[in-house]
């Protein structure tokens, strides 16, 4: 008996009654439709608890300078000055571990509106990229400043929600100007609430302004004074400033000539800056975003071989090691949940075989007599059961599909499509159907022929 | 060389400690081309004879010779082998598949064994079969659209698709009415005199038993009688006239 006479005749029997076989593959398709809707549901369910995780910083990773040392005595880390905005467009640029890079400046100064005043713990100066890695792109009011602010040294800032409570109370801080160091900052946004980190500060406690701003005229213009009213005599110094920079592109050098340039390939290195925050693509891709990142930085560094680096990258071990754990805690359990689904339709078509061999006594008998051995019957009957599967498994892949669609129509639940789980689910519904289908089809399989035609 | 022989055929079933003999013995031998009734009472054991017969199943001790090949030691698998392509089968329920249609029931032997058949030459050779039988404008009738005549006359068209040298009926009339049954019966005395098949009629009904040329009777598990009259047309007279002197069907 060839195999295509055996599917053929495991067919015309499926056929012969329909009803029976529907029955059959209900459970089936229940089982593998419960089972793509979990898996589609708890993926995306799963990849958005890891996004929110993420935008908890755990792809960060931060690069700060290596430590200056003088006659044996070293100044801790950051000490050193020696990164560029360039090292950090150049990370950008040929790290593809990484999705995002900001340069950070530091100050820690007093900031005016009116009768007000208050001292942020932190007040960065950057680029926009920082709010993506931070994942704060979403602004209470207003809108973020931009790379053009950026580039042409704009007095705007962004401001945290504790700040903006403590300088302007009730009033929309948004086209309103604060003093920073007797430097007058456009407010154009403020920060969406993201509370005390795991530290327990507090992180709306903060101020956001163009890296270059913060540079050149707020700690550039006179060094670490932090108490305003000592300067407040320097105001004609800040007025130099402003003529200076009038509001284009910083130029502290005159213009190299072609020879120059060719002559003296070295980067003029007109800013230093105190550190570069990063985030890698995922979590996955940390340690390749560490090691690419180090390349990069000793190349434009000249650091040989052997030497150490100037600089020290740190990633967020802690919350790498909760999102991993919450990521597996979440697969294991979404198994667990297919399995029990899966058993259930398998027992159901057991049972539906199982009776289906009862009922087919006569015909097991005559077949038999026929000349169909042992391993024929069972043949059919195993093939039956692995068909009514797989045509279960198939509008299973397609009820499940169809649910989890309709609850992210309905209930805007975070859904994602896994080829992995569709594929397993045929696989698992074949090896259902082989291993529920096998008992019955043995023990059809196992029928005297002659107490099987005499069956009623 | 005989189709079948047999000798000293005993089978005995065990009812957990206790032995019930059916067969105490059975020697009888069958030619080629025969038409043969196995007569009996039921519980004289004319089943258990036919199903030793037909490959069914093995006699508890003695030979069986199936064209000079000792068979009642072979394996169920061999039987089927062995059924497949030398025997066929007519029942009393007619045992066709339902919700299949006359073609594909008897079809339905051929997947089990004739490999060397394409899927066309197949439903050719049911179709002739089909036309033989009578039923050749019915090939795509299901069974609950025959009458009860015809189911069985798809039935015999099963039997014979794989070209068997034996046929066995068992009580192949008991649930046809007189008329068709008579038809069914020419058709197999029609079948054995034209293609020169044999064929074993079991059956406890003397008016069914007087279609064959040779009568064997079986009670409690023994031959009691085999009576071979020559011709059909003798036979046919000597089993009216018996019938209308005596019930049994016994040969004076």
């Not at chain 2, 025959?146 to 009580?171: C, K, M, T, W, Y």
Request: charged share 20%; glycine share 8%; with cysteine.
């Amino acid at each position: 008996m060839n195999a295509y006479r055996a599917v053929k005749t495991a067919m015309t029997s499926l056929r012969r009654n329909p009803m029976r076989a529907m029955l059959t593959t209900l459970g089936i398709i229940i089982g593998v439709g419960a089972v793509i809707a979990m898996m589609e549901i708890g993926t995306g369910s799963s990849s958005a608890i890891q996004k929110t995780i993420a935008s908890m910083g755990a792809n960060v990773l931060l690069v700060i300078p290596g430590t200056a040392a003088s006659s044996g005595v070293t100044f801790g880390t950051g000490s050193r000055t020696t990164l560029t905005p360039e090292d950090c467009e150049a990370i950008l640029r040929e790290c593809p571990a990484v999705r995002n890079a900001a340069p950070v400046v530091w100050a820690r100064t007093q900031v005016v509106y009116g009768n007000r005043n208050w001292v942020p713990p932190t007040m960065l100066g950057t680029t926009p990229a920082f709010l993506d890695i931070r994942d704060w792109a979403n602004l209470a009011e207003g809108e973020p400043f931009t790379e053009r602010d950026v580039l042409n040294v704009n007095k705007v800032c962004l401001l945290g929600q504790t700040l903006a409570r403590e300088l302007f109370q009730e009033e929309s801080p948004i086209g309103k100007e604060i003093r920073i160091k007797n430097v007058l900052f456009r407010v154009v946004g403020v920060l969406s609430s993201k509370g005390a980190n795991m530290m327990g500060s507090d992180q709306d406690d903060i101020l956001l302004a163009p890296w270059t701003t913060i540079k050149y005229r707020v700690t550039g213009s006179t060094l670490t004074t932090a108490n305003q009213s000592s300067s407040s005599g320097s105001s004609s110094s800040l007025n130099t400033l402003s003529n200076v920079y009038p509001g284009g592109q910083p130029e502290l050098y005159p213009e190299r000539s072609a020879v120059q340039a060719a002559n003296n390939p070295m980067p003029v290195r007109f800013a230093n800056i105190n550190q570069i925050l990063t985030a890698a693509t995922s979590a996955e891709e940390i340690p390749s975003a560490i090691q690419q990142i180090t390349e990069v930085l000793r190349e434009r560094h000249r650091i040989r071989p052997g030497e150490p680096d100037d600089f020290t990258i740190r990633d967020m071990t802690e919350m790498t090691r909760t999102l991993t754990s919450t990521t597996n805690l979440m697969t294991n359990l979404l198994l667990c949940v297919a399995m029990i689904s899966l058993v259930v339709g398998g027992v159901g078509i057991m049972n539906i075989m199982l009776v289906s061999v009862t009922e087919r006594t006569r015909e097991i008998g005559l077949r038999m007599a026929v000349g169909a051995r042992g391993r024929d019957i069972l043949r059919q009957f195993l093939i039956e059961a692995v068909a009514l599967c797989l045509v279960g498994g198939g509008l299973g892949i397609l009820l499940g599909h169809g649910g989890s669609y309709l609850v992210w129509v309905f209930l805007h639940w975070p859904v994602e499509t896994s080829p992995l789980a569709i594929a397993a689910a045929v696989l698992v519904s074949a090896a259902v159907g082989i291993a529920f289908g096998f008992y019955p089809a043995w023990k059809a399989s196992r029928l005297d022929p002659i107490e099987a035609l005499r069956y009623e | 060389m005989q189709l079948i022989e047999l000798r000293a055929i005993h089978k005995t079933y065990y009812l957990g400690e206790i032995a019930v003999p059916v067969l105490k013995g059975v020697s009888m031998s069958v030619a080629h081309g025969e038409l043969l009734a196995l007569m009996g009472v039921s519980g004289s054991g004319k089943s258990t004879l036919m199903n030793i017969l037909g490959c069914l199943d093995r006699p508890t001790s003695g030979e069986y010779r199936l064209e000079g090949r000792e068979v009642s030691h072979l394996s169920s698998d061999q039987r089927a082998l062995l059924r497949n392509e030398k025997l066929g089968f007519v029942f009393q329920n007619f045992n066709l598949l339902p919700r299949t249609n006359a073609l594909e029931n008897v079809t339905m032997p051929l997947t089990y064994a004739a490999d060397h058949l394409s899927e066309r030459e197949a439903r050719r050779r049911a179709a002739e079969m089909l036309t033989r039988v009578g039923l050749g404008d019915r090939l795509d009738h299901e069974p609950s659209q025959l009458s009860g005549g015809q189911q069985q006359r798809v039935a015999i068209a099963r039997a014979l698709i794989n070209r068997p040298s034996l046929v066995f009926a068992d009580e192949p009339t008991g649930n046809l009415d007189s008329r068709t049954s008579e038809d069914v019966l020419s058709m197999f005395q029609e079948l054995n005199k034209e293609d020169g098949i044999t064929i074993i009629l079991v059956t406890h009904d003397a008016n069914v038993a007087r279609h064959a040329r040779r009568i064997i009777q079986i009670h409690d598990g023994v031959i009691v009688d085999d009576v071979s009259p020559g011709t059909g047309a003798f036979a046919e007279a000597r089993s009216e006239k018996a019938f209308s002197t005596s019930e049994t069907g016994d040969s004076p």
